[in-house]
């Protein structure tokens, strides 16, 4: 099966940088994507990585290491509505077609 | 709005009735995902569509639970003999199916409260 883990909570204060890790064991690894979910709201994409290398999306980056089954994402200047979830989640290729599967999320507390 | 909808947003029903929800993907999106979240947990995968062929059902998705795709647009999922395990929040999501690794666009969700 698949498992993933990371942090919990993380708090930061605004205009600061944060980077959430996720680790993770899986068979047919495929890539990771990174999803944000305010409260009662539906998860978003915010990024994938396939290759090993960082990914740059505006105020967000995210980075794969396969050889060490690990990954993160990085935000920058932070703002108070960032505070959210963010779930890492492992795809992986089964018959004919991808699976994702999530982690737990980690709760971002943006503070003034 | 072109998004993934999903109907009703909120049910509440006594144990043991059978509930059914709806799930629209966004037009032309050839992959549908059912995923059911509790509080303080990700989304764990139930099962998925390509086209009206379901490929795949976890081992999540008990006997009580049934997915249909009929004309592989819209899709129901019923949930028979409710449990109060069974509360929790049930997401669609769909995506284009050119590829493996196309993004997922979720729903808002219907949270079923069993009561």
């Known amino acids: 099966g698949q498992s993933l883990e990371q942090p919990s909570e993380v708090t930061a204060v605004e205009g600061a940088i944060v980077q959430i890790n996720c680790t993770y064991q899986?068979?047919?690894?495929?890539?990771l994507s990174w999803y944000q979910q305010h409260d009662g709201g539906a998860p978003t994409f915010l990024s994938y990585n396939a290759l090993d290398g960082l990914e740059e999306t505006g105020r967000f980056s995210s980075f794969l290491s396969r050889s060490d089954s690990y990954g993160y994402l990085l935000l920058q200047e932070l703002q108070m509505k960032d505070s959210a979830s963010y779930f890492c989640?492992?795809?992986?290729?089964?018959?004919?077609?991808?699976?994702?599967?999530f982690g737990d999320g980690t709760t971002l507390t943006v503070k003034p | 709005d072109t998004g993934v909808s999903q109907d009703p947003r909120h049910k509440i029903t006594k144990r043991g009735q059978n509930v059914t929800f709806r799930c629209d993907p966004i037009s032309e999106h050839n992959r549908l995902y059912w995923y059911r979240q509790t509080l303080g947990q990700g989304p764990e995968f139930l099962t998925y569509?390509?086209?009206?062929?379901?490929?795949?059902k976890s081992r999540l998705l008990s006997d009580r639970f049934s997915a249909e795709r009929p004309k592989g647009s819209f899709s129901t999922l019923e949930i028979q003999r409710t449990e109060q395990g069974d509360s929790a929040m049930y997401l669609c999501?769909?995506?284009?199916?050119?590829?493996?690794?196309?993004?997922?666009?979720f729903g808002p969700g219907t949270r079923l409260t069993v009561l």
């Open positions: 899986t068979s047919g690894f495929y890539g």
């Open positions: 569509f390509q086209n009206e062929a379901q490929l795949e």
């Open positions: 989640a492992v795809l992986t290729y089964n018959t004919n077609a991808g699976k994702s599967t």
């Open positions: 999501a769909s995506s284009l199916g050119a590829s493996v690794t196309d993004t997922q666009y």
